[in-house]
Nanobody, 125 residues
Framework: QVQLAESGGGLVPAGGSLRLSCAAS????????MGWFRQAPGKEREFVAA????????VYADSVKGRFTISRDNAKNTGNLQMNSLKPEDTAVYYC??????????????????WGQGTQVTVSS
């Protein structure tokens, strides 16, 4: 298994940027697909971005395409989400997730095996 911990959230004005990080421990992160999800109060967990085990395959939700960039550094056991041009509707708790033993990419939350505790992102108007 792998343990995940997010960091980098905070309060930013609309149009600003944040870089979220996901630190993995326990097992080699290179064996896992990785994704980012977010959840606002009263809403279901929403897909944001995903990346395959090699880092060459990526997919983004339409709502963040062109603004967010997902990446990973398997040598450092980290994943990252660079968020630019932030909007108030991006406000949510952001979670990183991993799925073991796969070379595919996944966009549904119930397909993932491991989750971090989340980090709060708040974008002011």
């Amino acid at each position: 298994q792998v343990q995940l911990a997010e960091s980098g959230g905070g309060l930013v004005p609309a149009g600003g940027s944040l870089r979220l990080s996901c630190a993995a421990s326990g097992r080699a992160f290179s064996n896992y697909a990785m994704g980012w999800f977010r959840q606002a109060p009263g809403k279901e967990r929403e897909f944001v971005a995903a990346i395959g085990w090699s880092g060459s395959r990526t997919v983004y939700a339409d709502s963040v395409k062109g603004r967010f960039t997902i990446s990973r550094d398997n040598a450092k056991n980290t994943g990252n989400l660079q968020m630019n041009s932030l909007k108030p509707e991006d406000t949510a708790v952001y979670y990183c997730a991993a799925k073991r033993w796969t070379t595919d990419v996944y966009v549904r939350a119930n397909e993932y095996d491991y989750w971090g505790q989340g980090t709060q992102v708040t974008v002011s108007s």
